[in-house]
């Protein structure tokens, strides 16, 4: 007999595969070029891999970690002709796995709820959320952390993995090792998966090219969608001498220019760093103060990641995408809490993913010309995003300003910390 689950998990599941086709083909046709990235650059590196056998990270330098090449390269299997195709297959292979993991195959009723969230996510997102290598870590990551706590180790391995690809889920490692309570083994399957990759890359002749992508973020300018650079995108439009936007053809992106620019490039990423530690800080001061663990898992991973996207002077719209991980996360915790905090995140997730396919790929040359209009509608989109952000440190502070006996008092008895133990069973037994 058919349940209402199996029913809604049916649909999800046809949708989900519909939802991919629709975005693959805006990628492939529709405006804007949104599938350049794929077509043209990472083509070129698989196209440098096979036909010089130089390849990026390894022979050269490179802006991504190492493990990013082993998505690009196996998008060519079957021909630099068929790149587009074979990449938009592996996405969505790869989503539909990590959609599995969170549905436990359909079986669970939670999960398939939030799949639905997904869903709407990635539609409000776009082509975007297929079309870049972030594509490929949110379906990995998002595996990792439903795994977290019912199989830690192989959790820290996967988010490794992930990290290796791009660094921003090195942000969710961070929250596990706080709140978790097998933090040590999730430490030690990541330290072990990052240490195979470098001692391959060593004896493969890398030498210090398995760390440039370092020191290639770190020295660049500032990105125009980066919430940053509104305040001069805002002196553009009003026509201020000697500031304007330019492309940079080594890193293949639009940035802009004007007074104070080269002071704001140089001190983002400090600042990132030390916003980073703040918000670690915050969090470890809710776990001591007796919060529960998962709620505190959840919105420490908001914060971490949405501070990676705000403070941060790189602000290409695959970004928007990462957001998924932590809302999702946050959205198991509320079923197996029984709250609501997390439904204010998941719509402003949704409005800022809706703004930003807004702004690329259908209007971004108007972006280009300082439009006042969609000007506005990118400070809108960072503004929410600022919004998410804050709204994720207010709830970290209030996790952190209860003692933990009265911690006790202000949750109901099954969100207390006397039974996160059996809360992380029950968010085990869904992971299973």
């Known amino acids: 007999m058919l349940t209402r689950n199996t029913v809604s998990a049916f649909a999800l599941w046809l949708l989900f595969i519909a939802v991919h086709l629709v975005l693959g083909l805006l990628n492939l046709h529709g405006p804007g070029n949104p599938f350049g990235d794929v077509t043209i650059v990472y083509a070129g590196w698989a196209d440098q891999a096979y036909a010089s056998g130089v390849v990026v990270g390894v022979d050269i330098p490179w802006v991504y970690p190492l493990l990013a090449i082993v998505p690009i390269l196996a998008s060519v299997t079957f021909g630099l002709g068929h790149i587009g195709s074979t990449w938009l297959a592996l996405v969505m292979l790869l989503n539909l796995v990590a959609l599995g993991f969170l549905t436990r195959w359909g079986r669970s009723r939670s999960g398939v709820i939030i799949g639905w969230w997904w869903l709407a996510f990635l539609l409000a997102l776009g082509p975007i959320a297929l079309g870049r290598i972030d594509a490929v870590t949110v379906a990995v990551a998002l595996v990792g952390v439903r795994l977290l706590n019912s ?49 391959f890359a060593l004896l493969a002749g890398s030498g210090m090219n398995v760390f440039s992508f370092v020191g290639e973020q770190t020295g660049r300018g500032i990105q125009i969608e980066s919430p940053v650079a509104g305040f001069w995108l805002w002196q553009v439009v009003a026509g201020v001498p000697d500031t304007f936007i330019y492309y940079d ?31 670690a800080l915050l969090g470890l001061r809710a776990v001591r103060a007796g919060s529960s663990t998962l709620g505190v898992l959840a919105t420490l991973s908001l914060a ?59 209007f971004y040359d108007q972006l280009l010309a300082a439009n006042p209009i969609m000007v506005s509608i990118l400070t809108v989109r960072n503004l929410l ?24 008092d202000l949750l109901q008895p099954h969100f207390s910390p006397k039974n996160a133990p059996h809360l992380e069973r029950r968010m085990a037994k869904e992971s299973e």
């Open 249 to 279: 053809a080594s890193i293949l992106t639009f940035q802009v220019t004007g007074a104070g620019i080269e002071f704001a490039a140089a001190v983002m990423t400090p600042l990132l760093g030390i916003v980073i530690l703040a918000i």
């Open 304 to 362: 971490l990641v949405s501070a990676m996207i705000v403070v941060n002077k790189v602000g290409s719209p695959q970004f928007v995408a990462w957001l998924a991980v932590p809302i999702v996360l946050g959205l198991l915790v509320d079923r197996m809490e029984g709250s609501l905090r997390f439904r204010i995140p998941a719509a402003l997730g949704l409005a800022i993913a809706a703004l930003t396919q807004l702004v690329y790929p259908y």
């Open 385 to 408: 995003l600022i919004a998410l952000l804050a709204s994720a440190i207010v709830h970290l502070v209030k996790l952190g300003s209860h003692s933990p006996a009265r911690a006790h």
């Open 151 to 199: 199989h830690p180790r192989v959790a820290g391995l996967v988010l490794a993995c992930a990290t290796w690809i791009k660094v921003w889920p090195a942000a969710l490692l961070l929250a596990a090792f706080i709140t978790v309570r097998d933090r040590w083994a999730i430490a030690f399957a990541a330290a072990g998966a990052t240490a195979t990759v470098v001692v």
